[in-house]
């Protein structure tokens, strides 16, 4: 059966995910994706999930401080959000268990917070994704994750999944972890609404014939699909009060950049600037005196960049060349182009005002080291005021110290991050 709800356990576990939202606010809103379900200590010792809810034994929750059911919470979070659940494929379920408690781990350890006795973060697998992990691990290994992750059929098994001969049609795993209702939510801690939630919330879970979610085939990659979805809506809010450091922003960009285009990418962001606004500004006294909304649009200023290093190919700069030419039609922009190694090029800048295609020079110059401060003086020693910088590299060169106060994006060739700008995957 079910556990018996603890009125202490719930009061540790709504505390401790209230701080989060304010201290942690990218953090604390993946938390808030996934209700919270007393769970039977007869399967769950610690805590668990299934990417739909987060289960834990009331005991434990007991046992825990406060800093470390923080910890527990944003570990099951993360577990969801990085799409540990369907990324196993072939791979031994308890060994890629241990790889991404691990990979998990040292993240939230990174951030500062306080791991639980017994979790997984040995450093020398810091920077690694679970698919690195994995490998460097023996597969005899006795390691324990902290948790369980009941994302599949093989996961189920383990809480022993088994039909109730009592009930038909419904599971033991499921009878203990929902109660004799299935997978009601009655008497659990629900999670508060996300305005980004309605219109990615699917309907109703999908059940397998075993009673349990199902999280194979198509309806793991909705799932997984989902959790992106929310990761983002995360990011967007914790970078919207100033709190989305560093660490988690390269993670939510390689996420989107493992599954758009960069091209995709670009276009979002500079469609973005073409925004039309109603203005109230005082018209011309012939008008007459009433003064009637009107639509204005500005034209958006862009910077364009190109590294001539040579660490990028002239073919490819132009396949970039002829996706800004056509973005640029979309929203008439006026971009200015610069070409630099470790200085500006000769020329630069090149004027394109928003009648006039976007095309490379014949010579851009270049085959020198790379600095990309040239660019940033010219930018502030001009005087444009640029509505966002576009530069093309590979990210392997000198960057200003602090960044400007025009949005950069970072059109990266290679795995070299960036030190602040937002970052786009090209390969």
Same mark, same amino acid.
């Given at each position: 059966?079910?556990?018996?709800?603890?009125?202490?356990?719930?009061?540790?576990?709504?505390?401790?995910?209230?701080?989060?939202?304010?201290?942690?606010?990218?953090?604390?809103?993946?938390?808030?994706?996934?209700?919270?379900?007393?769970?039977?200590?007869?399967?769950?010792?610690?805590?668990?999930?299934?990417?739909?809810?987060?289960?834990?034994?009331?005991?434990?929750?007991?046992?825990?401080?406060l800093p470390e059911l923080q910890f527990l919470l944003c570990h099951e979070a993360?577990?969801?959000?990085?799409?540990?659940?369907?990324?196993?494929?072939?791979?031994?379920?308890?060994?890629?268990?241990?790889?991404?408690?691990?990979?998990?781990?040292?993240?939230?350890?990174?951030?500062?917070?306080?791991?639980?006795?017994?979790?997984?973060?040995?450093?020398?697998?810091?920077?690694?994704?679970?698919?690195?992990?994995?490998?460097?691990?023996?597969?005899?290994?006795?390691?324990?994750?902290?948790?369980?992750?009941?994302?599949?059929?093989?996961?189920?098994?383990?809480?022993?999944?088994?039909?109730?001969?009592?009930?038909?049609?419904?599971?033991?795993?499921?009878?203990?972890?929902?109660?004799?209702?299935?997978?009601?939510?009655?008497?659990?801690i629900a999670p508060s609404n996300h305005p980004s939630e309605a219109a990615t919330?699917?309907?109703?879970?999908?059940?397998?014939?075993?009673?349990?979610?199902?999280?194979?085939?198509?309806?793991?990659?909705?799932?997984?699909?989902?959790?992106?979805?929310?990761?983002?809506?995360?990011?967007?809010? @914790? &970078?919207?009060?100033?709190?989305?450091? #560093?660490?988690? *922003? =390269?993670?939510? $960009?390689?996420?989107?950049? +493992? %599954?758009?285009?960069?091209?995709?990418?670009?276009?979002?962001?500079?469609?973005?600037? @073409? &925004?039309?606004?109603?203005?109230?500004? #005082?018209?011309? *006294? =012939?008008?007459? $005196?009433?003064?009637?909304? +009107? %639509?204005?649009?500005?034209?958006?200023?862009?910077?364009?960049?190109?590294?001539?290093?040579?660490?990028?190919?002239?073919?490819?700069? #132009?396949?970039?060349?002829?996706?800004? $030419?056509?973005?640029?039609?979309?929203?008439?922009?006026?971009?200015?182009?610069?070409?630099?190694?470790?200085?500006?090029?000769?020329?630069?800048?090149?004027?394109?005002?928003?009648?006039?295609?976007?095309?490379?020079?014949?010579?851009?110059?270049?085959?020198?080291?790379?600095?990309?401060?040239?660019?940033?003086?010219?930018?502030?020693?001009?005087?444009?005021?640029?509505?966002?910088?576009?530069?093309?590299?590979?990210?392997?060169?000198?960057?200003?110290?602090?960044?400007?106060?025009?949005?950069?994006?970072?059109?990266?060739?290679?795995?070299?991050?960036?030190?602040?700008?937002?970052?786009?995957?090209?390969?």
């Open positions: 059966m079910s556990a018996d709800i603890d009125p202490l356990a719930v009061t540790r576990l709504s505390t401790a995910r209230a701080r989060l939202l304010l201290e942690r606010p990218f953090l604390g809103s993946l938390v808030m994706y996934l209700p919270l379900k007393p769970a039977s200590p007869s399967w769950c010792k610690t805590i668990a999930t299934d990417a739909h809810f987060i289960y834990y034994n009331p005991a434990y929750v007991l046992d825990r401080t993360l577990h969801c959000a990085l799409g540990h659940g369907h990324r196993r494929s072939h791979r031994i379920k308890r060994a890629w268990d241990v790889a991404c408690d691990h990979a998990v781990n040292l993240l939230l350890t990174e951030e500062g917070m306080q791991p639980a006795p017994g979790c997984l973060a040995d450093t020398v697998y810091k920077g690694l994704s679970a698919e690195e992990i994995y490998p460097l691990l023996d597969k005899a290994t006795d390691a324990e994750p902290i948790d369980l992750h009941v994302f599949d059929f093989v996961g189920r098994a383990e809480i022993g999944a088994l039909r109730s001969p009592s009930k038909p049609g419904v599971s033991k795993a499921q009878s203990e972890v929902g109660g004799d209702e299935g997978w009601s939510d009655a008497g659990n919330q699917p309907a109703e879970v999908d059940v397998a014939q075993d009673g349990l979610p199902d999280f194979g085939g198509a309806v793991g990659e909705a799932l997984a699909s989902l959790w992106r979805s929310r990761m983002v809506a995360s990011a967007q809010a @914790a &970078r919207s009060q100033g709190a989305l450091n #560093r660490t988690w *922003r =390269r993670i939510v $960009d390689e996420s989107i950049a +493992a %599954q758009l285009p960069w091209n995709s990418i670009l276009a979002t962001r500079i469609m973005a600037l @073409a &925004r039309a606004d109603y203005t109230y500004q #005082r018209p011309s *006294r =012939r008008e007459g $005196d009433a003064i009637f909304p +009107a %639509q204005s649009q500005s034209e958006p200023r862009i910077v364009v960049a190109l590294d001539t290093s040579g660490s990028v190919g002239i073919e490819e700069m #132009r396949q970039f060349a002829v996706e800004v $030419d056509a973005l640029k039609g979309q929203i008439r922009a006026h971009v200015t182009l610069l070409a630099c190694d470790d200085r500006l090029a000769a020329g630069s800048p090149w004027d394109f005002p928003p009648e006039r295609p976007f095309v490379l020079p014949e010579d851009l110059g270049g085959g020198g080291g790379t600095r990309f401060t040239p660019v940033f003086d010219w930018l502030d020693q001009s005087g444009l005021l640029a509505s966002m910088v576009i530069y093309f590299t590979d990210a392997l060169g000198e960057f200003p110290e602090a960044p400007p106060l025009v949005p950069v994006l970072w059109l990266v060739k290679g795995n070299a991050p960036t030190p602040w700008g937002e970052r786009i995957q090209l390969n």
